[in-house]
């Protein structure tokens, strides 16, 4: 029996944890937190097939820029005398072209479907999380936004993603229940949503079941390697041996592998979310709002707002209220009968995605350390793409054939 190790325990370390343990490998999951609160808890729950385009795309720079000069707008780079920032920014500024994008549109259209295809089964069998196929609304305001959103909609639909463009009329039929301000929407209908806490407790007790073990708090000193194998992973709950490790530590990914002299280009893109409860009226479908690339996601009784990518470091724990009233702006302006008030910051959820220069996914066997596999940088797509990658992950451990074709999920 296969004993591996997976370091780092948020929605790709448990995808994988669970598929191995379906393999029948021997698992153990290692986490420094609680495993309660990360990146992969309070996030906006979005499965998004329709996000074809990676963050590193033509005209993303120029837009970057103009954000980073609005105190309220949904994206930062934080100013710093990194290396590793400075790397990063020149590898996505190399990345940022349309030949990128179209190298990477059906790599990620493959990915997300195959990890629809899971999430679909996951919730066949029993859905505790509330998985709900009503796609996802990408309302906008200005006809500007609209054009783009709309140019991007019919390359979604060349590629085989159903595609629904609206009017305003259209969107109000849809949103019965509440007053939507925006010109239209371009709605993906292949998209999906789900509540990520309740999935995490979902794959959590599974995992259980199936006899992983998950040690929470348990931070790593190092590693011990020999002839280009890892030997031993020191902690502080003592030392672990196993066959095979998978580093799947989101952001922390980087300081993780710099121990065993790999070298990741990943960089922390923090961003918050808060839920409201008891509204009289809500929003009954997900839904961008293009302007702000506000995320609004309708979970049970409650709504969930999220936004805001401001790339930093993983310590930089602060929220920041500025651009927390931007949300809060841009999602009366989107629904004028919600009222949402700005909330208290204690009740203000961060998450730091990981985020890498090329917007792909790292899904790859090391080629410096034999028995490594990394799985991270999914920035803001880990919820979605976690299945398919957990997925993945078995097979490249279990030395099957890949479902989908990885090539270009790896570290640059
Ligand atoms: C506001 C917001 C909204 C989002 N909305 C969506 C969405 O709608 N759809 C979507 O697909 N994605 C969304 N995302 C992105 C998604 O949440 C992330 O891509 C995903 O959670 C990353 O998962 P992960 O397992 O790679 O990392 P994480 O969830 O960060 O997990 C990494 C784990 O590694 C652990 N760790 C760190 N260092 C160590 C160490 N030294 N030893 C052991 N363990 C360690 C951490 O404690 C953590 O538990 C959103 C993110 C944000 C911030």
Known sequence: MKNVIIIGGGIIGLCSAYYLAKEGAKVTVIDKSDMLDGCSYGNAGMIVPSHIIPMAQPGVIHQGIKWMFNAKSPFYIKPALSIDLLAW??????????????????????????????????????????????????????????????????????????????????????????????????????????????????????????????????????????????????????????????????????????????????????????????????????????????????????VRFGGTLEITNNKDTKINIKRLQGIVEKVNQFYPDLKVDLPETKKVWHGFRPCTPTGMPIIEKSKKIQNLTIAAGHAMMGLSLAPASGKLVSELLMGKKTSIDITEFKSS
């Not at 993603?161 to 371009?186: S, Y």
């Not at 292949?190 to 708090?217: C, Q, R, T, W, Y």
């Not at 931070?219 to 998978?246: P, Q, R």
């Open 89 to 302: 920014l020149i590898q996505f500024y190399k990345n940022s072209n349309q030949e990128h994008v179209n190298k990477s549109m059906i790599p990620l259209r493959n990915l997300s479907f195959f990890s629809k295809e899971l999430y679909q089964d996951f919730a066949r069998s029993i859905n505790e999380f509330g998985y709900q196929e009503k796609g996802l609304l990408m309302l906008y305001k200005t006809e500007k936004v609209g054009e783009e959103e709309m140019k991007i909609g019919k390359i979604a639909e060349k590629m085989g993603i159903e595609v629904g463009f609206l009017d305003q009329r259209e969107v109000k039929k849809l949103e019965k229940d509440i007053n939507v301000d925006a010109l239209g929407a371009v709605h993906y209908k292949s998209d999906a949503h789900l509540s990520p806490n309740h999935f995490m407790a979902f794959l959590k007790a599974e995992l259980h079941e199936m006899g992983v073990e998950m040690i929470s708090n348990c931070s790593i000193v190092n590693f011990k390697v020999s002839e280009g194998k890892i030997e031993k992973l020191l902690t502080n709950h003592g030392n672990f041996k196993a066959d095979e490790f998978v580093i799947a530590a989101g952001s922390w990914s980087v300081e993780i592998a710099k121990k065993l002299g790999v070298k990741l280009h990943i960089l922390s893109g923090k961003g918050y979310s808060f839920n409201v409860e008891n509204l009289l009226s809500k929003p009954t479908f997900p839904a961008i709002l293009c302007e702000g690339k506000v995320a609004v996601t309708p979970l049970g009784e409650a």
